[in-house]
């Protein structure tokens, strides 16, 4: 009995150590493929149409998921919020509450969410698939590096469109609130907009949130471009590469939100 | 010039400038896995060369091996007199511009118009006013018969048309080495007609020298002047159409028969019958 045991732990931590060898030499060709894309960025901004198409299609084409979520958000926000607020007679303090839950948390974090599946699992497919179709290899024997003519332009297109989302995503839901809370619920526009402006900080809350959003940018992009240029490059190799880019977009996400918040607000009460 | 000379010196090994690509006592593998194992061909400039054999043989690696996408183990793959696995990364692309390939399934863009892919490669490398790419662009086109397809997107075109593209591609940039992979998979006997024929024509034409990897050996004894047989990463017969057709070894005859048994065997290597159907004597 004790050697079938001893055995069964021994396979256990042979499992746990070749997954934990597997995740760290992924996470350092993933590093490595990093400093690649970087090293390929001045060609793409060189041509600087490339890297704007490609903010078309992630940042463009993704402004009416990203509007219509930012609305609803706010306005379920604005409806939950004043039912809690009106119990301590502090339901003018709803633009306050509804500005600042989008500008420091939701607008970068569910934007960056929205963003992951609808543009970066976009942006894995597409790699994946010139990849399985040997288009990334065409074009090597064309003695044009896909790095810096598929996967650099990506990136930044991810990069700079993120902020922008997630900028469009927050003012989207202050209008839901501002629909809902002044226009429907009857609080005083005066005092909703007056104090948002009293309590929102440029540099504390909307600089911090600008930033987030931008770390957000780079972590989603860089996980989906690395998962379509590692994809195997069957037809299940890019679709288990689509789910990865979405589940460790959305995980990484989460995380660096936790790490970020941290330290910007550390001054403030945490 | 000058400053490639030291680096020339290094990597040119062979000093017959009739050879066009040369691959001598190759052996590449993965791991614990060979692929390929002694390979010697030799391509002389001019002409077009099969590379045969049956599906996973090591056929399509060759072709990896001579445009740089991969290094052998051992021995030297040359093309032009340059060896490519010492090529640095800026002479192998520079190497590249000047071969053509031609990949199984066309491998075209799908994100840009059949003469966005041919001018691809133009634009990347060359300062060609536009008015010119246009006129190359139609040029190439209109010698696979597809100026009147400039405009569609891949999605649009046949099995047959898209090839036809991926070779009025391969040849945008006037190589002097097009390597295809495959070019008669899939394709119906009139587009394999075609293809096999527009091959020999701009080999001839546009005096390049051709690398066909292919397992249609009707098609491939048509138009090449030379073909190697490979077989589980060996070369295992050669010779020009003729002697094939001749040829009485039995691995040739397999092939050019197209029977199911023989050398290659029907059946995947597997314990016996009896004991997997569990029949005791």
């Known amino acids: ?60 084409l993704s402004l009416v998921i990203i509007l219509v979520s930012g609305l609803f958000v706010g306005m379920v926000l604005a409806l939950q919020g004043y039912d809690v607020l009106q119990r301590y007679g502090a339901d003018e303090s709803l633009g306050v509450l509804v500005a600042l839950s989008l500008v420091r948390e939701l607008g970068p974090v569910v934007a960056g969410l929205l963003f992951a599946s609808r543009a970066g699992s976009a942006m894995t ?20 590096d896909p790095l810096a003519r598929v996967v650099a332009p990506r990136f930044w297109g991810g990069v700079v469109s993120m902020p922008l989302l997630a900028s469009l995503f927050s003012t989207l839901g ?73 589940v460790e977009s959305s995980l990484a996400i989460l995380a660096l939100d936790f790490v970020l918040t941290v330290f910007m607000f550390r001054g403030v009460g945490v | 010039m000058s400053n490639s000379a030291p680096q020339a010196a ?22 614990l896995r060979t692929i390929l194992e002694g390979i010697t061909m030799s391509i002389p400039r001019g002409k077009v060369v099969a590379i045969m054999g049956g599906s996973g043989c090591g056929k399509t690696t060759i072709l990896r091996l001579i445009g740089g996408q991969l290094k ?18 800026e002479a192998l692309y520079e190497m590249r511009r000047r071969i053509g390939m031609l990949f199984q399934f066309g491998a075209l863009f799908t994100d840009m118009t059949v003469y966005e892919n041919i001018a691809f490669a133009m634009r990347e490398h060359t300062d060609l006013p536009e008015e010119l790419v246009r006129d190359l662009v139609l040029m190439k086109l209109h010698a696979v018969g597809l100026r009147g397809a400039a405009q569609l997107k891949p999605s649009e075109l046949s099995g ?14 006037d190589p002097m080495l097009v ?43 048509k138009i090449v002047d030379y073909l190697y047989f490979v077989s589980e990463g060996r070369i295992v017969a050669q010779g020009t159409p003729a002697e094939v057709r001749a040829s009485g070894e039995a691995y040739v005859r397999q092939f050019v028969d197209g029977q199911p048994d023989g050398p290659v065997p029907f059946h995947y290597p597997a314990q016996p019958y009896g004991d997997a159907l569990l029949v005791h004597a």
């Open chain 1, 1 to 60: 009995m004790p050697s079938t045991l001893a055995a069964g732990m021994g396979q256990f931590l042979r499992r746990v150590g070749a997954g934990t060898a597997r995740f760290i030499g992924r996470l350092g060709f993933a590093a490595r493929f990093f400093v690649a894309v970087l090293a390929h960025s001045p060609g793409a901004f060189r041509r600087i149409q490339l890297t704007l198409r490609e903010i078309y299609f992630s940042g463009a």
């Open chain 2, 160 to 173: 047959g048309m898209a090839r036809r593209v991926a070779l009025a591609r391969a040849i945008a940039l």
């Open chain 1, 174 to 246: 202050i209008f839901g609130a501002y629909l809902v809370g002044v226009k429907l619920i009857d609080i005083d526009a005066g005092a909703f907009w007056g104090n948002m402006q009293a309590a929102v900080d440029f540099r504390q809350d909307i600089v911090n949130g600008i930033i987030k959003s931008f770390v957000f940018g780079c972590a989603v992009s860089l996980i989906a471009v690395f998962e379509g240029y590692d994809a195997n490059p069957t037809a299940e190799g890019v679709s288990s590469a689509t789910t990865r880019t979405v």
């Open chain 2, 72 to 89: 052998p183990r051992s021995g030297r793959v040359l093309v032009a007199g340059q060896s490519v696995p010492d090529l640095d990364r």
């Open chain 2, 10 to 31: 290094s990597t040119r090994a062979t000093s017959d400038p009739e050879i066009a690509v040369e691959l001598a006592d190759v052996t590449f593998g993965y791991d």
């Open chain 1, 125 to 144: 497919a597409e790699i994946g698939l010139m990849k399985a179709t040997e288009q990334l290899s065409a074009m090597e024997m064309m003695a044009v």
């Open chain 2, 179 to 221: 390597m295809y992979d495959e070019p008669f998979a899939g394709l119906d006997p009139i587009s394999l007609g075609v293809v096999g024929q527009l091959i020999r024509r701009l080999n001839d034409a546009l005096g390049i020298t051709s690398v066909v990897v292919t397992h249609d050996v009707y098609e491939s004894l």
